[in-house]
């Protein structure tokens, strides 16, 4: 079955930095976008960041733009969020998703649990 886990969540004072893992499995990974969603606490889950099959990236949150990355090892089943200049107002539950297609346009069917990134002022 379709499986991903995040990993790389934590505690980080404003202005640090975090990566966060994702690693898939049950399906063929590199046929599909995977995209990075956060949804912080009374907050709809919004998509922040996603990645083709062919390893081009979509931005779709103006906050993150030029802060977070978003890359992947398809030789490893893994994408990642490398996020840089944290602020107090990332702090949510962050988890990456399988899209249905290669690109990043179609609807996502799964979901990771989450892991939880907690930026303290």
């Known amino acids: 079955q379709v499986q991903l886990v995040e990993s790389g969540g934590g505690l980080v004072q404003r202005g640090g930095s975090l990566t966060l893992s994702c690693v898939g499995s049950g399906f063929n990974w590199d046929q599909h976008a995977i995209g990075w969603f956060r949804q912080a606490p009374g907050k709809e889950r919004e998509m922040i960041l996603c990645i083709h099959g062919n390893n081009s990236a979509t931005t779709y949150s103006p906050s993150v733009r030029g802060r977070f990355t978003i890359s992947r090892d398809n030789a490893k089943n893994t994408v990642f969020l490398q996020m840089n200049n944290l602020k107090p107002e990332d702090t949510a539950v962050y988890s990456c998703?399988?899209?249905?297609?290669?690109?990043?346009?179609?609807?996502?069917?799964?979901w990771g649990q989450g892991t939880q990134v907690t930026v303290s002022s």
């Open positions: 998703g399988r899209n249905s297609g290669f690109y990043c346009i179609y609807q996502f069917s799964h």
